[in-house]
């Protein structure tokens, strides 16, 4: 067994990051507080490994770090026979790794780089949010230092086993295998509710898509829906059971049951078809999740009504889901999702930028940075959404396509958890069309 020393200061955030460690790695440790140890010291078969402590050493007990002015700045790249990449950010301490035989010194505060990564306490500090009240990618670490596209925890977690192997540790590695979990938020169970957005789709034609094949085709559709002899476009239910059955995976469908903005209600969660939709997903053995209302990320009576109206419906405990428009504030959001009793939440993305908001492409338990203590809601990271690629025009497709590509087999190698967010309103559209092959592809069984 492992033996880690830590010192008597911020033990609850030392242990949070060595428990999220030993899961991914799989083994077993025997922690000893010692009040006099200065750094973080794994003990094996009479050899260690030394993690300089550069970050909680400046600071009292407590979470008086919780400041911007801590929140790294320039960050520098390193290189050493331990990364699995050609190179590792630095977040915290240097590059200077001391091997020798009974003893690796490690420069590289990893044990603060995961805790910073992972707990996201960078945007409890920081106060610019977007129109939406949501941390945006910009203001991040990950994004103004070029490393968002990499799941720097998992490489961090890698380095530290290389480092272990190296002073004679033989456990295997966890047999952690690369999945897919399929999402979609269901914000719009009909494409036209109403005439008014049948119209309004139709000016979209022809002002914006400039596209008369389109709009005659809208016009037809239109009408056969209305005569029942065609699915409404928002109806991909089946569409994406019948995908997730061929891959062998369950899809996830979080959807809506209340709100007080303009953002929310675009359907009505006890609506006849809505519920006859919701018994064929439990029929045939698919997920219902939430998609919590707009103001829900504050508002923890709000989030409790919508969850208990989907489960008197459903007659099943909902477990899982995510914030409607990715509306969060760390810690208070995730509190409330393990204060109502949920499993886990997928809403870490920023939604103007596809990649790895808390550096993870694994699932892992979160951490209240306030309360100092570990919850047992875990958190599945999303890595891609539809609607980022569908928004930025700025960017052709062929780089789109390159950076899901990317994504997916840096998930792939780390053996992670690809997420993906498909909405049920993206799939028969004109805009959709290319998204919609690729996702397919992907979801294609080896």
């Known amino acids: 067994m492992i033996e880690i020393i830590i010192n008597n200061k911020f033990i609850p955030e030392r242990t949070y990051v060595l428990d999220v460690i030993a899961e991914y790695l799989n083994f077993d440790y025997k922690l000893t507080v010692n009040k006099t140890v200065e750094n973080v010291e794994f003990h094996f078969n009479g050899k260690k490994i030394i993690i300089i402590d550069v970050f909680f050493s400046k600071f009292v007990d407590g979470t008086k770090y919780l400041n911007s002015q801590n929140i790294p700045q320039s960050i520098a790249f390193g290189e050493c ?7 590792i950010p630095i977040l915290f301490g240097t590059n200077n790794i001391k091997i020798e035989e009974q003893e690796i010194i490690c420069g590289i505060d990893i044990i603060a780089s995961i ?7 960078e945007e409890i500090t ?6 939406h009240s949501r941390f945006p990618a910009s203001e991040s670490v990950a994004f103004k230092n070029i490393f968002l596209h990499r799941p720097v925890v998992d490489e ?8 272990l192997y190296k002073i004679g540790y033989s456990g295997n590695v966890k047999h952690r295998k690369f999945e897919i979990t399929l999402t979609h938020d269901i914000d719009y169970f009909y494409k036209w509710s109403n005439f008014s957005k049948f119209l309004k789709t139709l000016a979209g034609d022809i002002l914006v898509r400039k596209k008369l094949k389109v709009l005659f085709s809208n016009i037809s559709l239109y009408y056969k829906i209305q005569k029942n002899k065609a699915l409404d476009p928002n109806d991909s239910f089946d569409y994406f059971m019948n995908l997730a059955e061929k891959a062998g995976i369950k899809s996830h ?8 903005t303009k953002n929310d209600n675009h359907y009505e969660i006890a609506n006849t078809k809505v519920h006859e939709k919701l018994n064929q997903i439990i029929e045939r053995e698919h997920i219902i999740g939430i998609h919590p209302s707009y103001e829900t990320y504050l508002d923890k009576n709000q989030f409790q009504h919508e969850k208990m109206l989907i489960e008197k419906l459903t007659l099943k405990k909902l477990t899982c889901g995510r914030q409607h428009y990715l509306r969060f504030e760390i810690p208070t959001t995730w509190q409330i999702w393990d204060d109502l ?18 550096g993870a492409c694994f699932e892992y338990n979160v951490f209240n940075c306030l309360t100092r203590k570990k919850l047992n809601l ?12 569908l928004n930025d025009k700025k960017t052709s497709w062929e780089i789109h396509k390159k950076n899901i590509k990317d994504l997916f087999e840096k998930v792939k190698k780390y053996n992670g958890n690809f997420v993906i967010l498909w909405h049920n309103s993206n799939v ?10 690729l996702f397919e592809t992907m979801l294609e069984k080896d």
């Open 378 to 389: 875990r958190e599945k990271p999303l890595i891609v959404m539809d609607t980022s690629i």
């Open 115 to 121: 805790f910073f990564m992972l707990t996201r306490w």
């Open 253 to 260: 469908f979080f959807f809506m049951s209340g709100g007080k």
């Open 126 to 131: 920081i106060k610019t949010l977007d129109s």
């Open 428 to 437: 028969n559209t004109y805009e959709s069309a290319k998204i919609k092959k």
């Open 81 to 87: 026979e331990f990364i699995s990449e050609n190179n």
């Open 341 to 358: 009793g949920f499993e886990w939440d997928s809403s870490m993305y920023y939604s103007e930028k596809m990649g790895f908001r808390s």
């Open 156 to 163: 961090y977690i890698m380095f530290f086993y290389k480092m």
